[in-house]
């Protein structure tokens, strides 16, 4: 029976995935949290505005890393539905941490109500605080805690899972950034997006709990193709019970995993936030109002994640003056944290026939002769500042954030 609670949400939907480009954009920019900024976010960074939102949302200190760094936890909403949420389990991927305050912005002006009415979060900002300070992706221990969900040998991995189990969500948000190496299949365009419903066994059965994330994943896909279209990648499901997606989608809760990837340009990762605001809404609002997993089955329209690009790529390049063949030089940038300050400093990754890899800058050599910037032969390994092309200097532009 159609009930009017059910013609309330319907329409409530409706409304929400109506909302044009322009206006979510407008609402957006409102609500994004202009204190973080790039792609170094600590404890540090986050500590005065959570305790801002102290105040109005449920504020806590859940456990501590192996530095002894608090792991904060929100609880937001009072609905029925329960959404866990976690970020920077890798402590070098904060773009969703970013995005996650420019939710919690909406939410603290009352935007977004619906998801407050009908769901209850628990968000964990940064799961791996002591990676953060040190922008690696593994903790203080140099263990993965995403390779951790069964031994939980780690305080922080312990932390998530009994999180999980006192909490015990209808849904989990599993939150990533990805390196700029994965294009969204063979469309020429990189993943900025990328989504995964984890395996729950080694076939990779379709068992209703991974066609509920599935459902949620092709609503998300379907409405950010309209301003990010074919930028979309979808993980390989391969199973790997030790990874927490896995675990918690075995243990029958539906678990969505976001990967913050590469747009255009954009390495301090502003534009791909924008993208994942948007991401988080559609399926907050999708899981508060009830996912029909018939929905699942376009989700596996979405082209699988490759690892096909390239920072930069000096196409046609003559290694030696005398010789008749030219090569390709892919140059991928390194990510160092010097005092508080990420660098990406570039370094030659590959020499070779490149054709069927893409990068994001593409520098065409015309068969001349390139030498690094020593004027001395190119070689893998070598950090490459800028090259000599035609004995004029051609800068590989480094950033830092």
Same mark, same amino acid.
């Given at each position: 029976m159609f009930t009017n609670v059910n013609l309330q949400m319907y329409t409530f939907v409706l409304q929400i995935f109506l909302m044009t480009s322009e206006q979510l954009t407008d609402l957006y920019n409102s609500l994004k949290e202009k204190s973080l900024f790039g792609r170094y976010i600590t404890n540090k960074i986050i500590e005065g505005l959570l305790d801002n939102f102290s105040s109005v949302f449920q504020f806590s200190t859940i456990g501590y890393s192996v530095e002894h760094r608090p792991i904060f936890s929100l609880k937001v909403g009072q609905g029925d539905t329960k959404i866990l949420l976690w970020s920077q389990m890798h402590g070098?991927?904060?773009?969703?941490?970013?995005?996650?305050?420019?939710?919690?912005?909406?939410f603290s002006k009352g935007k977004f109500s619906d998801i407050l009415e009908n769901c209850t979060l628990q968000i964990i900002p940064i799961l791996n605080p002591d990676g953060a300070a040190r922008y690696t992706r593994v903790n203080a221990n140099e263990v993965d805690l995403n390779r951790d969900a069964q031994n939980l040998?780690?305080?922080?991995?312990?932390?998530?899972?009994?999180?999980?189990?006192?909490?015990?969500?209808? /849904?989990?948000?599993?939150?990533?950034?990805?390196?700029?190496?994965?294009?969204?299949?063979?469309?020429?365009?990189?993943?900025?997006?990328?989504?995964?419903?984890?395996?729950?066994?080694?076939?990779?059965?379709?068992?209703?709990t991974r066609k509920k994330a599935m459902s949620v994943i092709a609503l998300i896909n379907e409405q950010i193709q309209k301003d990010l279209p074919n930028?979309?990648?979808?993980?390989?499901?391969?199973?790997?019970?030790?990874?927490?997606?896995?675990?918690f989608q075995s243990l029958g809760v539906p678990t969505i995993l976001y990967e913050a990837g590469h747009y255009q340009n954009d390495y301090d990762r502003e534009e791909t936030r924008f993208f994942i605001f948007k991401s988080l809404i559609y399926g907050l609002k999708s899981t508060a109002t009830g996912v029909r997993i018939d929905n699942f089955k376009s989700y596996f329209e979405i082209p699988q994640?490759?690892?096909?690009?390239?920072?930069?790529?000096?196409?046609?390049?003559?290694?030696?003056?005398?010789?008749?063949?030219?090569?390709?030089?892919?140059?991928? /940038?390194?990510?160092?944290?010097?005092?508080?300050?990420?660098?990406?400093?570039?370094?030659?990754?590959?020499?070779?026939?490149?054709?069927? /890899?893409?990068?994001?800058?593409?520098?065409?050599?015309?068969?001349?002769?390139?030498?690094?910037?020593?004027?001395?032969?190119?070689?893998?390994?070598?950090?490459?500042?800028?090259?000599?092309?035609?004995?004029?200097?051609i800068l590989i532009k480094s950033y830092t954030f």
């Open positions: 070098n991927e904060s773009t969703t941490t970013k995005a996650l305050f420019d939710v919690l912005n909406g040998t780690q305080p922080e991995s312990k932390v998530l899972r009994a999180c999980f189990d006192s909490f015990m969500p209808h /849904y989990c948000f599993n939150l990533h950034g990805q390196r700029t190496i994965f294009g969204a299949g063979r469309t020429g365009n990189s993943a900025t997006l990328s989504f995964l419903s984890p395996a729950e066994d080694t076939e990779c059965t379709l068992t209703v930028a979309i990648g979808r993980y390989d499901d391969g199973f790997n019970i030790n990874c927490v997606g896995d675990t994640n490759e690892k096909n690009f390239y920072d930069v790529i000096i196409r046609n390049s003559k290694l030696l003056d005398n010789s008749k063949s030219t090569v390709d030089i892919a140059i991928q /940038y390194k990510e160092v944290l010097e005092d508080s300050i990420v660098k990406f400093i570039p370094f030659v990754e590959k020499v070779e026939n490149l054709e069927n /890899y893409f990068a994001h800058n593409n520098i065409d050599a015309k068969g001349a002769l390139v030498l690094d910037q020593d004027n001395n032969a190119i070689e893998v390994s070598n950090e490459i500042v800028f090259v000599m092309l035609n004995n004029r200097k």
